[in-house]
């Protein structure tokens, strides 16, 4: 065979062989990371390896709320016990590069408290910010609230027995329960108190001293002279309060400071 007829059957399957390999090179998916070469006696062609760019890793509805979750109990510290948060947006996962990932939250605006509020979420791949995200969650909260085990009676003393603790669940962080026994013990109630129901710091007060229609020791004093007398109460009141009371020798009313059960003092 003369020269001129080998070679038309070289460029022929040189092109065969060659050309697939350049469409697989220019394929926008897939880059050529390594090559084989194949031998032959008459023949070498160059094969390109195709490889997948590396794969994305993926940030989940569950990532955020937890760093949300770590946020609010920052936030609240000190006002609940316990912090809820329902994701609303995203849904869905989101992609992020491959590598070591951190979230950084911060409140938007001045939205704060309990109910549905937005963050800024800035999402920090390999040590660096990468994009922003606004995330929407319902934010709930409950505390350990001090509640009556039976009615208590407007004006009776509360007692120990009296009382135990429930999980509230608040719908305002600015809520005024007691959240302390010892807070209540030994209160009286403002108003009736039902059983299992929270108990707010302006249901109780301080018990009343002496009551109205009392009978009460009556000291008055002046210089270094006192004087005692028996009186009756015209109203009930509080220690360190002023009630009327008035005098059983002289029938007088005047005005006198509690300074103990029973005993009240005039200061001239």
């Known amino acids: 065979m003369t ?8 460029v022929l399957l040189t092109g065969i062989l060659v050309g697939p390999c350049s469409a697989s090179a220019a394929s926008a998916d897939r880059v050529p990371v390594a090559m084989r070469v194949a031998q032959g006696p008459e023949l070498r062609a160059i ?9 994305m890793h993926q940030l989940h509805p569950n990532d955020i709320q937890r760093s949300i979750l770590r946020f609010l109990e920052q936030e609240m510290a000190g006002q609940v016990r316990a912090v809820h948060a329902t994701m609303v947006d995203p ?24 109910g549905r509020r937005t963050f800024h979420v800035q999402i920090n791949a390999n040590g660096r910010p990468w994009q922003t995200i606004d995330a929407t969650a319902d934010i709930g909260a409950s505390v350990d609230a001090v509640v009556p085990v039976r009615v208590i009676k407007a004006e009776d003393l509360i007692e120990a027995e009296d009382l135990t603790i ?7 962080l600015n809520h005024q329960l007691a959240t302390n026994i010892n807070d ?17 710091l302006t249901m109780i007060k301080k018990p009343y001293a002496v009551h109205k229609g009392d009978r009460v020791a009556i000291e008055a004093r002046h210089g270094g002279l006192s004087i005692q007398a028996s009186g ?37």
Do not use: C, W
């Not at 094969?47 to 794969?55: F, W």
């Not at 911060?106 to 309990?114: F, Q, R």
């Not at 209540?184 to 707010?200: D, F, Y």
């Open 47 to 55: 094969k390109l390896v195709p490889a997948l760019a590396p794969a």
């Open 184 to 200: 209540v013990i030994g209160k009286s109630a403002a108003r009736a108190l039902q059983a299992n129901m929270p108990i707010r």
């Open 166 to 172: 429930q999980r509230i669940k608040l719908r305002e």
């Open 91 to 114: 849904q869905d996962a989101i992609d992020v590069p491959p590598g070591s990932m951190g979230l950084t939250i911060t409140p938007h605006g001045l939205d704060e408290g309990l």
């Open 232 to 268: 009756v109460t015209k109203s009930s009141g509080e220690l360190g309060q002023s009630i009327t009371v008035a005098n059983l020798d002289s029938g007088k009313e005047l005005r006198a400071k509690i300074v103990a059960p029973g005993v009240v003092r005039v200061e001239y």
């Open 3 to 10: 020269p001129r007829h080998l070679y038309m059957p070289f």
